[in-house]
């Protein structure tokens, strides 16, 4: 099957949603800190259960363990992943975009199925269907294979835009724009 590059707009309407990457630092130092504290909380309370009582230098550690590794731990993921979060451009051509850290995907606007949001806020997903494999056209670039999700025979793209910038409904306002009677 051919790719239908179908023009619907003049050419310099392209729409680009990114994540910042400060926005990504906090949310994912929130979680990891979150998750750090807790751990240390159930440790200290193991040490507690089985008779070995932590000291007042135990608890300054652990306080201090709580302020550093979180941060050190975040920047650290996110020097890995620096240039490669995720990404979505929407064009007169088509949509182009790329999940965290996964090659970039083209689908022309004639091989949209359908485009919804599932979850809710830093977790937001964007699920592009197409109308037929053929339209996917995976392009070149650093990452793993694109996010996709099967079901009932067909395969769905999966974007994280939870933390884009402008934010997922403004992402879902443009692509009803563009495609009014599939999102």
Same mark, same amino acid.
């Given at each position: 099957?051919?790719?239908?590059?179908?023009?619907?707009?003049?050419?310099?309407?392209?729409?680009?949603?990114?994540?910042?990457?400060?926005?990504?630092?906090?949310?994912?130092?929130?979680?990891?800190?979150?998750v750090w504290i807790t751990s240390l909380a159930l440790f200290?309370?193991?040490?507690?259960?089985?008779? =070995?009582?932590?000291? *007042? /230098?135990?608890?300054?550690?652990?306080?201090?363990? !709580?302020?550093?590794?979180? $941060? #050190? %731990?975040?920047?650290?993921?996110?020097?890995?992943?620096?240039?490669?979060?995720?990404?979505?451009?929407?064009?007169?051509?088509?949509? =182009?975009?790329?999940? *965290? /850290?996964?090659?970039?995907?083209?689908?022309?606007? !004639?091989?949209?199925?359908? $485009? #919804? %949001?599932?979850?809710?806020?830093?977790?937001?997903?964007?699920?592009?269907?197409?109308?037929?494999?053929?339209?996917?056209?995976?392009?070149?670039?650093?990452?793993?294979?694109?996010?996709t999700r099967r079901r009932n025979g067909q395969t769905a793209?999966? $974007?994280?835009?939870?933390?884009?910038?402008?934010?997922?409904?403004?992402?879902?306002?443009?692509?009803?724009?563009?495609?009014?009677?599939?999102?």
């Open positions: 099957m051919t790719h239908i590059d179908e023009v619907l707009g003049p050419d310099d309407d392209t729409v680009t949603f990114f994540q910042p990457r400060a926005m990504v630092f906090v949310t994912m130092l929130w979680v990891v800190a979150a200290t309370g193991l040490r507690l259960a089985i008779g =070995d009582t932590p000291t *007042t /230098g135990d608890l300054v550690l652990y306080l201090e363990l !709580a302020l550093i590794v979180p $941060v #050190a %731990l975040t920047a650290l993921i996110l020097l890995v992943a620096w240039n490669r979060l995720g990404w979505l451009h929407s064009s007169m051509r088509g949509l =182009d975009f790329a999940a *965290t /850290g996964r090659r970039p995907v083209h689908i022309p606007w !004639a091989g949209v199925g359908e $485009v #919804a %949001l599932r979850y809710r806020g830093p977790f937001t997903e964007l699920i592009i269907t197409p109308v037929d494999a053929d339209f996917a056209e995976p392009l070149h670039g650093a990452g793993r294979p694109p996010r793209y999966l $974007v994280d835009v939870g933390l884009m910038s402008p934010a997922p409904e403004v992402l879902l306002a443009e692509l009803h724009r563009r495609l009014p009677a599939k999102v």
